[in-house]
């Protein structure tokens, strides 16, 4: 669940909507489709997968295929949803088989809002909408597709698709704004080898996120950043304190832009806070050329998200006045 989820209300829902030209090296995808991410900001690109890892996997290293299981008569596909940073509470996708879908388990706190079936040329499909007891944070478990295989099936393959019933895919955060969802490996597969639903990108992904970004107000008016960097060379941070976090490494008051290694343990102190507010800190692992050009932006997920309250204290050592007057001077 989100890390502090007091400050957050938000709705998601998740959708592609339009075709737009290739953006070029760093251009997202889905399926066959280019996104251009001038159009688009990275961060808000939401992703679901089937993932047969933990969380901690996700996005790094999804794992989309195993072998089949002996005498197994229902397949669990499991669906996360990732690259979701400020909660979700709402999620709206469908999902196809060459094999018999059954059911639906819905993940912690996740809810079953409607659900239909439907059958074309042979292959099954399910619409799904889902809600969440609260603002939930990614990577998250959003449930599990039961698929019966049919006998004799050596082996059985899930896509990840629109709505059939609505026709879309798609996020809507508290403050209204729609966010487009893609699954980079389409869906996944059970058995033997299927290349289309486990296929790699055809577009670069962006880079790992931020992780364990730490806002922490203290005395002498700073706040203490302390976060480890992800995939890029630079880490960027942005503020913001009119209850909205940064919308990308571009947007809101910059407090540190800082070079560094994948994995390592950075900390800066924010002097420049302003006091007596909620402040709303975002990450973003960018990685720059020579000239300083941003070449790929980066995944955010809620371990690049903070917030802290500065209380405007200055830190003071208590001198003992009582003492210095009862001394006398002979």
Known sequence: MCRKPLFFLSVFILTIVMVLPSGGANAQCFGSLSIAPGFFEFDYLVRLGVHFGGAEDIPADIICSRSRMPGEEIIE????????????????????????????????????YHESSTMDNGIFQYNLKLTTCQPLCGPGLAGHVLVKPAEGSEMTWLNLIINRVTG??????????????FSPHHGGYVGSSYLYTCQQPICEEPNLPVVELDATAGYGLAVKLTWISGEGNTTVIRARSDSHFPTGPGDGRL???MPGSPGMHQYFYDTAAPQGSIIYYKAF??????SGQVINDSFVECAATDTTFTHGF?????????????????
Do not use: Q
């Open 77 to 112: 596909f499991p669906v996360w949803f990732y690259n979701v940073h400020e909660g979700v509470s709402y999620l709206l996708f469908g999902v196809e088989s060459n094999d018999t879908i059954v059911g639906f388990t819905p993940g912690s706190c996740i809810n079953i």
């Open 285 to 290: 692992s960018l990685t720059k050329d020579a």
């Open 314 to 330: 200055i830190a003071t050592e208590e001198s003992s006045w009582g003492a210095i007057k009862k001394k006398t001077i002979r």
């Open 168 to 181: 879309r895919m798609y996020a809507i955060d508290s403050y209204n704004n729609e966010h487009h969802m």
């Open 255 to 257: 407090v540190v832009e």
